[in-house]
């Protein structure tokens, strides 16, 4: 029996990474989460120790901080294809990297130019894979936090001996939806297509009549690919953060749907793929993403 290196990846993960532009009075902020992975031809320092093709991790984290002042740093699919790109065309010895860069919010705050609230939890991600002179984009929004108060319903699943849900015919939705596109060329004006998408994401959420979150996650990608050629899958995680009506009786109190227990644990979690039936071959652009 032999015993080998299998796949393997290094980086500096979660460089945290403020920009702030200053045109006159008028400042913008670029709050950034920055990951970088390099692959390629590591096996020495794995087995013998030998570093000599190894860019430090402090050097990848150095290169994120001096390349958002080389230029500005833009879209984030296009900061991080930069990075990539260069990781693998200045070492000899890395033949692909991946850089994941998630997007913080903040809102300007009215009357001056220079100060700002955070905005919500929401961030817009993208995950970038280089791979010699190969590249895929994987965008998207993380904890996006979505709720209905009607149009929702749950009823007609088995039951056992083990079953006390009740069926409902009206129940409040909640989620927290992860949301992951891969697009099929890189040939995309970012901004637009992620704030299209994300209305896409939110109007199906709030107009589809949902008998199971199941059922809205498929009519969400569906309506993505359906109105953005440029997608070809998308990816989504949605917890079902439940709400429970509480019972009021002991009060000598109705509750018409009205008063609910917020439930965050234990709960649902759905999760699917949608995509064309004649999409093309991923490669590695979901390779050390999650699932979902």
Do not use: C
């Not at 009075?25 to 390099?38: A, M, P, Q, W, Y």
């Not at 031809?41 to 002042?69: E, I, P, R, S, W």
Request: charged share 25%; hydrophobic share 40%.
């Amino acid at each position: 029996m032999a015993i080998v290196l299998g796949d393997n990846q290094y980086g500096k993960a979660e460089n945290r990474l403020v920009v702030v532009s200053r045109d006159g009075d008028v400042h913008r902020i670029k709050d950034l989460t920055v990951s970088t992975s390099l692959r390629g031809d590591l096996a020495d320092t794995h087995l013998t120790g030998d570093n000599a093709k190894v860019l430090a991790t402090d050097t990848q984290k150095n290169t994120v901080h001096a390349f958002a002042k080389r230029q500005p740093v833009g879209e984030i699919e296009d900061f991080a294809l930069r990075l990539g790109r260069h990781f693998v065309s200045s070492q000899e010895a890395i033949t692909g990297a991946r850089v994941l860069v998630d997007e913080h919010p903040w809102q300007r705050i009215e009357g001056n130019g220079h100060s700002f609230v955070s905005g919500s939890a929401e961030k817009r991600t993208t995950a970038v894979t280089v791979d010699g002179d190969r590249s895929w984009v994987v965008s998207g929004v993380r904890d996006l936090v979505v709720l209905k108060t009607t149009g929702s319903e749950f009823h007609g699943f088995p039951r056992d001996e083990y079953t006390t849900l009740q069926e409902t015919d009206d129940r409040v939705l909640a989620t927290s939806v992860t949301a992951r596109w891969r697009y099929r060329t890189g040939e995309v004006d970012w901004a637009e297509a992620h704030a299209a998408i994300r209305l896409l994401l939110l109007t199906t959420f709030a107009g589809k009549h949902s008998l199971s979150l199941q059922q809205t996650l498929y009519a969400m990608g569906e309506a993505v690919l359906l109105a953005r050629p440029e997608v070809a899958e998308v990816r989504l995680s949605m917890p079902n953060r439940h709400h429970f009506a509480v019972d009021l009786s002991p009060f000598g109190l109705a509750n018409d749907n009205e008063v609910f227990h917020a439930a965050d644990r234990p709960y649902g979690l759905i999760e699917g793929s949608v995509l064309r039936d004649d999409a093309e071959d991923p490669g590695l652009a979901w390779h050390t993403l999650p699932a979902f």
